[in-house]
Nanobody, 126 residues
């Protein structure tokens, strides 16, 4: 059974940085496109960023472009989300997700992903 476990969330101030990690156990991590989504209570889950299975391609939501960086280490079955210049509007539960399709495309919709982590809370105070 494929499991995703996020870590690295916390409470920070505006302008601070955080790095989230997501470790994937079981399955073939190196074949999965990986994504990060976030969700505020009462709102839909929102796409943040994605990285192709090879790591050569990435895609970012406009709201985080230039501040967030996604990367992966296939040897460690881990995907990272480096978040810089954090803003209060970045406050949310952050989820990592895996797409097992093994294609060159990266999904931006939640339904395109097959496996999900439990989420990690990020709170940015003003």
């Amino acid at each position: 059974q494929v499991q995703l476990v996020e870590s690295g969330g916390g409470l920070v101030h505006t302008g601070d940085s955080l790095r989230l990690s997501c470790v994937v156990s079981a399955g073939t991590f190196s074949h999965y496109a990986m994504g990060w989504f976030r969700q505020v209570s009462g709102k839909e889950r929102e796409f943040v960023t994605a990285i192709s299975w090879s790591g050569r391609s990435t895609h970012y939501a406009d709201s985080v472009k230039g501040r967030f960086t996604i990367s992966r280490d296939n040897a460690k079955n881990t995907v990272y989300l480096q978040m810089n210049s954090l803003k209060p509007e970045d406050t949310a539960v952050y989820y990592c997700a895996a797409d097992r399709t093994f294609a060159q495309t990266m999904g931006v919709m939640a339904h395109e992903y097959d496996y999900w982590g439990q989420g990690t809370q990020v709170t940015v105070s003003s």
